[in-house]
């Protein structure tokens, strides 16, 4: 029985989310995972790596709980009252690469005898450490919890582990093997799915094995655990083979895809499945037959067997005996005896896997593929059609020609295309070198390699300075002139190594080869499919123009034609092209490995820019399909704009890039927005509207992000480039944002003058929609201004025109404005009423960014009720919301207000972890102000927990940061909240100047009245009341309204 049963999925609080055998969604509650583990002798520790399995499950969604308690044991809770000693698992959703490194580090203490709870402490803080040391902006140390049951038992030390890696911060990593240097394994043993073709190879004869030996287990097979990815690909291997029919499979793929660990991974998974068989190379009939009486030897004594290895017999009459022997019972004349049978009588087939089959495949000047041997064609087909208890596995660089008969559909070809970048990601836990690279260095190395497993292996070899295994070693120094010499021309630095990996692996399998048995119009299509960076349907690249379109009848340009199909079976054939999938439709997806795109580059630099034309406008209309996901239309616009500029079109990439700004900036992705926006300038000629542009939008971010000196030098930039260019509209433009950053200086006379400037002339130019949003503006300052009459006449009439151009995004702001002056009237049901109908036009629209901004809006709404709860709901939907999208500006501003809701609600400490947390974020995204304000919520809860020199540290140094800015707003409030640290420490008159400055500069009504009262307590006591907070109020709409985030652009 098992020690410990890890299963990895995804999850949900109260399910795992599980699969059929047909891949269907299968869930699986903690009763029926209980059933599964009670059974054994000791019931084993259970890890759930998968997202909330500790998090306990809302009544709401168990209509028939029998208590009145609001939630009901997840997944861990019940696993451990029911009986299970040690239950690890996750209390909210975590990446697949920290559960997978935590998980790594966990099982090493375990393995030297550390207690599951030592072990678990240990590796959370190591993996904190690193985290910090990497600058990575998400922690998750408090996700993974221990459950301990009541028969809790200590990990005992493993005698045959190694001692663990250390690396070279000191820090204990799991005993893995480095192909490239250390021997902890056995030598041939790679870890990972790194080089699955150097793996041992078992029996590779038949003839080395002694009748009556049977067969290793599971050759192939990588260390457990070290197989990645590949799930959908071994599902239908698995249904293949178990189909009661027989039938057999047919593995191919271009050289060092992964082919013979996938086998591997195969076999381990039908390890008790019967006798194998396992050849490679070139062979005939005798052999496989050989092969088949050995495997079934000294389990019978039936004479067929014996006669089954005889070469003097004719193979047919042979092939009959061995169809006898592996039939299942009742098959063969009512006979009990079954010489493969499991222990229940069900009959357990034999496996018959042929590695290396292109050994026996020849291709001719058309590229055709056929057998060297006719007659071991015949061979497979009879043997397909008459042995149903025979399982074939066939592993070949290409696939095997049309069989003839009865054969032809019982072989399932089953092409294996590169890893996915996700794969290939877990790949990399498994390569030790390659995990101490920093994540851009990674990250360029995947996209010159791709998903090709053995030229990783490559890499991590001529990156080491130890002994490789000798499979590899004995490949380099036939490829590369011999491991040693390799390893001094790289001289251990990345980028040399990844060229010489690269040219390895092009010599490896046989590019120039390859290349130059395919005729011109098929070394078009594949230089046409090769820039392609992600998987691709056939009509991607097979679309006009190509040289026999009136011929072959390929006029939907969807790969359909004749001889179109023809081309795209000889690639495939030849492993250039691999079938990738499926898309949406159920169309074929295509793609070609990275490294053979870059030669191909190499080879015909003018073919490549041809091909990227072509991409380019492929994927531009696939952004310009507004009925596509907003995600897939920006992943499509990033990829035109690739193709472009690699075909040197920068102006085309100039205007496509315009576009996408706008997308980026509703969806709220600035960070992206402006890498983008800087290119731009790159590509942009002096003086133009482009320029002009990038300007505004450069201008737009930083004022949003609280950066308002270079907010408004960029904007200044556009404004003179519009007026030199002699550009109305772009002058309109460049004022109306202007007005935006004269708000934020608190220059209100000006703000108006501006917008009032930009209106004239977007009417003037008949642009309704631009107008009206200038008089959203002004009627943002009327309500700034206590003038609410026209602020929400203002906000009306400009509703109306976004909701007659069906403008929801607008029209959604307009409610959030008319929201918060209803918050300011007192009437906060009528504020709660608009923002839920922005939300329900948000939703509806798939604005997500605009939700997030209105759950977080809600939330502040809830905290203004003291419906904290509510509140806590609303701004963790919007945090989890901006998490999935990767917007970490909204990840902040959600940890914020997750800050404020946890210190009403008493829980000091999770504010502060909330709070740091959005300070952090804040800091790597530059955005000064916003670190300000959370400078100052630390400060009030230093202050609550009875730390008020800490506040005041923490208080000034927000008002430091604030001095760096245009940002007035929040001073008021930092000077209060530095008064009520002063009068903490017994300094009242420090305290009351401070008091003084935040109600000279105050610009609210709720500061004016904190700041008067405050000044009353020092009057009337000299300290005022100890436990009086002044300035420390929830973050309130209005507040964050005047930082934008509920400006219409």
Partial sequence: ???????????????????????????????????AVRGAANVPAVVLAGCSTASPVNRAAVPDAGDHSRFLPGLAQSLTEAGVPAVVA????????????????????????????????????????LRRAADDWLPEWHVPLLYAGPHHRPGKPDPTAAPPVRDPAGSAAPPVRDPAGSTTPPRNTLPGNTSPEDTPRGN???????????????????????????????????????????????????????????????????????????????????????????????????????????????????????????AAPGVRGGTNEAVHSGADGTARPLTVVLDDFEANLAHDH??????????????????????????????????????????????????????????????????????????????????AIGGHPRTYAYLEALLGTGRAADDLAARVGRLGGGLDAARARVRGEVRPAVREALSLTAADTLLDDLLSALDPPSRT????????????????????GDEDRGRDGDRDGNGNGEATRERLDALAGSGLLAEDGEGPAGTRLWSVHRWTAGELDRLRPEAALDAHRRAAAYTEGLFSDTGLPEAVRVDAAFESLHHLVSAGAHGEAGALGTRLCRVLHAMGRWTTERALCLRLLEWSEPGTEAEAFAHRQLGLIARDRGDTKKGREHLERALAVSTAADDPLGIAHAEHQLGSIEIEQGDHRVAHARYDRARTTFRALGRDRDAAAALYQLSMLNADGGRPAEARAGFTEAQQVFTRLEDHGSVSSCHRSLAYLAEDAGDLDAAMAHCRSALALCTATGDTAQAEELRNHIGTLYVLTGNYEAAHAEFDAALRSAVARDAPEEVARSHQHLGVCARHMGALDIAEEHTRTALELNRELDRVAAQAQCLKILAELARLRGRPLDGLAYARRALVLLGRTDDTAHRPDTHLTIGDCLRDLGRPVEARRYYTHGLTDARTTRTTEHARTALAALDATGTGPADQQIGAGPLTARGRRINGSGRVP
């Fill in 1 to 35: 029985p098992a020690d410990i049963v890890h299963i990895v999925c995804h999850a949900r609080p109260g399910e795992l989310l599980l699969e059929d055998g047909a891949g269907d969604r299968e869930p699986a509650t903690a009763d029926a995972l209980w059933q």
């Fill in 90 to 129: 996750m209390s909210a959703p975590v990446r697949d690469t920290y559960a997978g490194a935590l998980m790594a580090r966990m099982y090493a203490g375990l393995a030297g005898g550390r207690p599951w709870w030592e072990a678990l402490h240990d590796a959370r803080v190591e993996q904190e450490r």
């Fill in 204 to 326: 590779t004869s038949p003839r080395d094995t002694p009748p009556g030996t049977a067969s290793p287990q599971a050759p192939f097979t990588l260390p457990l655990g070290a197989f990645v990815g590949r799930r959908a690909h071994l599902r239908l291997a698995l249904n293949v083979l178990a189909d009661a029919g027989g039938g057999g499979l047919v593995v191919q793929g271009v050289g060092g895809v992964g082919k013979t660990a996938f086998v591997g991974e195969l076999l381990r998974l039908r390890a008790s499945s019967g006798p194998l068989v396992l050849l490679k190379g070139p062979l005939g009939p005798d052999d496989v037959l050989r092969g088949a009486a050995d495997a079934l030897g000294g389990r019978t004594d039936d004479p067929r067997l014996r006669e089954l290895g005889n070469p003097e017999r004719p193979w047919p009459a042979r092939l009959a005996d061995l169809a006898h022997l592996t």
């Fill in 366 to 447: 058309a590229g055709r593929f056929r057998f060297t041997d006719p007659e071991l064609a015949e061979f497979l087909a009879a043997l397909t059609a008459r042995s149903a208890g025979t399982a074939l596995v066939i592993v070949s660089r290409h696939p095997l020609p049309t069989v003839a008969g009865s054969a032809a559909p019982r072989l399932r070809r089953l092409p294996l295309p590169p890893l996915t970048p996700d794969e290939t990601d877990l790949m990399r836990l498994r390569l030790p070198l390659s995990r101490r690279l920093p994540p851009t260095k990674w990250r360029e190395i995947r996209r």
């Fill in 525 to 544: 299509l594949l230089h046409r499919a090769a820039v392609h960076r992600t998987p691709v349907p056939a009509s991607a690249f097979t679309a006009d």
